[in-house]
């Protein structure tokens, strides 16, 4: 099978990243990429990582003859775009935050959803919990990068009670290719910014797929890549570690992407993002105090917290094995 593709906003992070999985993947064709400041520029002058990879130029205009198209957008750009896409009889993978929530959370967090049939439509793309409805879904919204991590450290456990709070460490790639101050070396480098101690978006999505409410708090470090989601749970009576670690097996014993971390002793005895730079997977812990668990998430924001899962919902969505094209190990040291 070959699955051609073709990416909307391939000079951005998202989009890069996207490249360097699709054009090695062995099911897929990359048609077209696009970007509005850069047609007729080569890729390769953007994404560096990929000479001999590829000799693709951007375009303005996407290739819509194709099966599916990502599109890596800022939010709201993807409104614009989307129903055109659908219309062309394509399946549609989004990275914004444009379909990743319910109508009602929507214009609680943003605006009044300006199409709230295709809000409907949309699948929120977690394989790890919605793998049957990504199968046959014609538009997936892929999740926040914090909210996955933050979804998936917490997911499995029961009794979870209304305490929660998250606290998520992410790298710089997260807030995209675009020039910033805060993203300016001499403010960015060695620093612990907490840039947005309440009210950030990716809460909303959490809340929605956990089913309740959390606090959550997201720091800017001096990472790259890589996001550390620590959910803080206090549960008021002593917990069986026995009966922890059970839910988790039962939720992720088949998971080809998770991976439980949860070591006496060594270096890495939780999860970490330093070791998932470049990899799909998404590594959960926990530990157990008195009166408190404390649950970890730890992944790479571009890949499974972007373009690895986007990848990932497309295999789903065409029928591959789940894994094609990313079951690599992430570097060490990185
Ligand atoms: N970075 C991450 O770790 C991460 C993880 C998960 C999800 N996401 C989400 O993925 C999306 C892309 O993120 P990013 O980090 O790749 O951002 P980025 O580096 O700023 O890239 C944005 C891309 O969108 C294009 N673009 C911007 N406005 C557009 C418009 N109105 N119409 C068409 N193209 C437009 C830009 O291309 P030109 O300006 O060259 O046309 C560029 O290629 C965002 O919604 C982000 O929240 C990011």
């Excluded at 897929?28 to 560096?48: D, F, I």
């Excluded at 914004?96 to 109508?103: K, N």
Aim: charged residues 25%; proline residues 5%.
């Amino acid at each position: 099978m070959t699955i051609e593709v073709t990416i909307i906003g391939g000079s951005g992070y998202i989009g890069g990243e996207l490249l360097r999985l699709l054009l090695i993947h062995p099911e897929v064709t990359v048609k077209s990429v696009t970007s509005r400041r850069l047609m007729g520029t080569s890729v390769t002058m953007v994404h560096p990582n990929l000479r001999k990879f590829t000799s693709l130029k951007f375009q303005g205009k996407p290739d819509l003859d194709c099966d599916v198209v990502f599109t890596a957008l800022p939010h709201k750009a993807s409104f614009k775009i989307v129903p055109e896409l659908l219309e062309n009889g394509l399946k549609v993978i989004d990275l914004s935050a444009d379909y990743r929530l319910d109508a009602e959370r929507y214009a609680a967090w943003y605006i009044e959803h300006p199409q709230p049939d295709l809000l409907e439509k949309a699948v929120y793309g977690l394989p790890e919990l919605n793998r049957e409805k990504i199968k046959n879904a014609t538009i997936v919204a892929c999740p926040g990068c914090m909210a996955t991590a933050g979804i998936l450290a917490l997911y499995p456990l029961n009794d979870l009670g209304e305490d929660i709070l998250i606290e998520a460490k992410i790298g710089s790639s997260a807030a995209g290719a675009k020039v910033s101050e805060s993203g300016h070396h001499p403010e960015r480098c060695n620093t612990v910014r907490a840039y947005a101690p309440v009210g950030h978006r990716h809460q909303a999505e959490i809340e929605m797929i956990i089913g309740r409410k959390v606090k959550f708090s997201a720091i800017a470090i001096d990472m790259v890549r890589g996001i550390l989601a620590t959910a803080y749970i206090k549960t008021g009576t002593k917990i069986d570690q026995k009966e922890v670690w059970k839910q988790y097996r039962e939720q992720y014993k088949n998971e080809p992407f998770i991976r439980l971390i949860k070591m006496k002793t060594g270096l890495y005895r939780y999860p970490d993002p330093k070791v998932l730079i470049g990899s799909n997977f998404c590594d959960v812990g926990f530990e157990i105090g008195k009166e408190i668990l404390v649950a970890f998430g730890a992944l790479d924001n571009m890949v499974k917290g972007g373009s690895g899962q986007a990848t990932q919902n497309m295999n789903i969505m065409f029928g591959l094995e789940e894994t094609t094209g990313l079951l690599y190990p992430g570097l060490h040291p990185a």
